[in-house]
């Protein structure tokens, strides 16, 4: 069994990692779409009923556009 004194290190070191991936992911992604993501999250909550599929592709074939 591991001692106490040695789970400490290993936590923070996969804290790191964790984070060290998720700026990377971050750094990484495309900002130009983020206004299409921003209008498709704000139909979706102000219309659930009428937010389809047709209404998602429409949104995705404008984010495929922009890329």
Same mark, same amino acid.
């Given at each position: 069994?591991?001692?106490?004194?040695? @789970?400490?290190?290993? +936590?923070?070191?996969?804290? +790191?990692?964790?984070?060290?991936?998720?700026?990377?992911?971050? %750094? #990484?992604?495309? #900002?130009? @779409?983020?206004?299409?993501?921003?209008?498709?999250?704000?139909? /979706?909550?102000? %219309?659930?009923?009428?937010?389809?599929? #047709?209404? %998602?592709? /429409?949104?995705?074939?404008?984010?495929?556009?922009? #890329?």
């Amino acid at each position: 069994m591991l001692a106490w004194e040695l @789970v400490y290190p290993l +936590g923070a070191l996969a804290l +790191g990692v964790v984070l060290a991936v998720m700026l990377w992911r971050n %750094h #990484k992604r495309n #900002k130009r @779409v983020d206004p299409v993501t921003e209008a498709a999250t704000r139909e /979706q909550y102000d %219309h659930p009923d009428r937010y389809d599929r #047709k209404t %998602h592709d /429409q949104f995705e074939a404008e984010a495929d556009r922009r #890329k």
